[in-house]
């Protein structure tokens, strides 16, 4: 069974910083793509960033120049260093991947997981 889990998230004053990490687990031949999602109270889930498996990243406007989406391909993780945070960036954030699995490679599929979130809150 693939999994994403996610860890880092808390309370953060605003102007403060935090580091989420998210490891991807179980029986995975390749990842195309890694990023984080995040949905505010009341809001629809919306894209925070993303890194495909070349280093090629993308980034949501209200996020750019604060956040970072960095990669580790070798032990299949991913990271969001948010720096600057304001209490609009509070949500649950969640990690997303694109990747290729199955019990052996040539018939094996691609699926999209997610994982469980993490509460990012930032308030005075």
């Known amino acids: 069974q693939v999994q994403l889990v996610e860890s880092g998230g808390g309370l953060v004053q605003p102007g403060g910083s935090l580091r989420l990490s998210c490891a991807a687990s179980g029986r995975i031949f390749s990842i195309n793509h890694m990023g984080w999602y995040r949905q505010a109270p009341g809001k629809e889930r919306e894209l925070v960033a993303t890194?495909?498996?070349?280093?090629?990243?993308n980034y949501a406007d209200s996020v750019q120049g604060r956040f970072t989406i960095l990669s580790d391909n070798a032990k299949r993780m991913v990271f969001l260093q948010m720096n600057s945070l304001k209490p609009e960036d509070t949500a649950v954030y969640y990690c997303?991947?694109?990747?290729?699995?199955?019990?052996?490679?040539?018939?094996?599929?691609?699926?999209?997981?997610w994982g469980q979130g993490t509460l990012v809150t930032v308030s005075s």
């Open positions: 997303n991947a694109e990747l290729y699995s199955g019990r052996y490679y040539s018939t094996g599929w691609y699926l999209e997981v």
């Open positions: 890194i495909t498996s070349s280093g090629s990243t």
